[in-house]
């Protein structure tokens, strides 16, 4: 129900955008988020928005570079990556809470999407 796409192959300073569409229902309602997975790491909290889009919430490494926002027209959710470096190289996963509202755990998300694959070369 969530299909994550935009992911591919960078230099380091450039920009992607990723997009996350849902389809299904309708998540104009729920807490949106991106997470990132490195090889050989956990998956990691990026960047959350709330349901109208009035608030948004980043993880340090990424403040500052990243955009996250919504357009629930479209039932879809956005990651404007900006500055890119080699750290952020990872496979993205967009996700959608239904209950908890603007959170950085993980365990909150209730849907998840099937992950897209951003590579930052140096």
């Known amino acids: 129900q969530l299909q994550a796409f935009g992911g591919g192959l960078v230099q380091a300073g450039g920009s992607l955008r990723l997009s996350c569409a849902a389809s299904g229902r309708t998540f104009s309602s729920y807490a949106m988020a991106w997470f990132r997975q490195a090889p050989g790491q956990e998956r990691a909290f990026v960047a959350g928005?709330?349901?109208?889009?009035?608030?948004?919430y980043y993880s340090e490494s990424v403040k500052g570079r990243f955009t996250i926002s919504r357009d629930n027209a479209k039932n879809t959710v956005y990651l404007q990556m900006n500055s890119l470096k080699p750290m952020d190289t990872a496979v993205y996963y967009c996700a959608a809470d239904r209950t908890f509202g603007l959170t950085y755990l993980e365990e909150h998300y209730d849907y998840w999407g099937q992950g897209t694959l951003v590579t930052v070369s140096s």
């Open positions: 928005v709330n349901w109208d889009g009035a608030n948004t």
